[in-house]
Structure formats: C-alpha cells, structure tokens
C-alpha cells in the first residue's frame, strides 16, 4: 500500500522533492501525494513542475486539476495556500474525504488558524535577489534559528555575514514587489535585526554574570 503525503510549500525544494519520486518510479506506487499546499496558483505551480529552470523539462504529464478516475497514471491534487485563515477549511476538506476530522484536530487547525493572522515569511525565496546581496529568508527566519542553535553558535556559522548585511538594506522596495504575501519585508528586516540585538546583548550578559 502507497504511503500516502502531502508537500506543504512546493517552491523549490517541494518541487524538488516531488520530481525526485516521480524520477525514481515511486509516484503511485511506493507513494502517493495526494495534496500540494502553495499560496501560489494551480496553473503557475504546474508550469513551474513541468519547465525547470535547473532540472530541465519535466518528461511526464503536469496538470493542475483533478484527474478523473479512468485516468491511468496518479496526479497530484494542487490544493490553494494559505494566504487567511478561512482557506484552512477548504484545504483541510480534501482529507476530511477519507474520515472525518476529530474534535483534537479540529483543535489543532483552529490554532494553526490563529497563528496565521500575525504576519510572518513563508520562506518561498521568491523575494530574492536582493541587490545588497541579503539572504532576505535567512534574515526573516533568524528567530527560530536561534532558539535551535543559540545566539553564540549563529555568531559562529556561516549565516552570520549575511545577517549583517542585513545593516545595510537600503529600503529600495524591490523585494516587496516579488513577494507574493505582500509582507513589509524591510519593517521585517528591520524588527528581526533589533530582536537579534537584544538576544546578542542578554548573551553577553549572561556570559559575564
């Protein structure tokens, strides 16, 4: 029996993991994906698959609907992002076909839902290049960074030099122009800087006391 997933996110790597399956034989057979989660739409996440700028030209089918039953190879059922809390239920309506949702999972959307109205960078990359060199997604995802590795061992690898240049955004606006989620992306820039600061300073503080 096919195990079957779901790819949450298909930017680059999601579209890397799908192609790797579908290149190994495994789509249909070892596993199934039954679900692609993307703030992006169908059609343009189908021409992405199918026209790979590094991988080359996808060779099998790519379609961005539902499949009837009589088709003969599995398709991938592309299911739309979340850009607000009330497409939770639309998404989540797709799994709730084989069985229906239980009162803890129900739970558990509700407060996946509510994290959803703060703003924050969905990591897709689509805001890059920056023209001062800045790893945008690196930056705006330096908090949960820390809390894996530390204030100390981030100082340490190689993320930090590009954090820094982070000092040096000019505000130009081109990146928010990419951004399909339409973030503040240098008040962002801006907030994440500041919070590192004050981690780097309570480190310091900390190692001297």
Known sequence: MAIRVGINGF????????????????????IEVVAVNDIVSADNLAYLVKYDSIQG??????????????????DV???????HPALFDVNWAVFEEDAPL??????QILEMQQSY???FCR?????????????????????????????ELLQQGSFWPGIN????CTECGE???????????????????????EMVAQSREAAGS
């Open 102 to 107: 239980s009162p803890e999972e129900r739970e």
């Open 11 to 30: 930017g680059r790597i999601g579209r890397l993991v799908f192609r790797a399956i579908c290149d190994q034989g495994l789509l249909g057979k070892a």
């Open 165 to 168: 240049r982070a000092r040096n």
């Open 57 to 74: 030209k996808f060779p099998g089918t790519v379609s961005c609907e539902k499949s009837s039953p009589d088709v003969a190879e599995p």
């Open 77 to 83: 059922l592309v299911v739309a992002g979340v850009e």
């Open 175 to 197: 990146c928010m122009t990419r951004c399909p989620y339409d973030l503040p992306i240098p008040d962002l820039i801006k907030e994440n800087l500041t919070w590192l600061d």
């Open 123 to 151: 990591r897709c990359d689509y805001c890059q290049p920056c023209s001062e060199d800045i790893p945008i997604q690196t930056v705006l995802g330096m908090r949960s960074m820390v809390k894996r590795m530390g204030v």
């Open 117 to 119: 109205d703060k703003v």
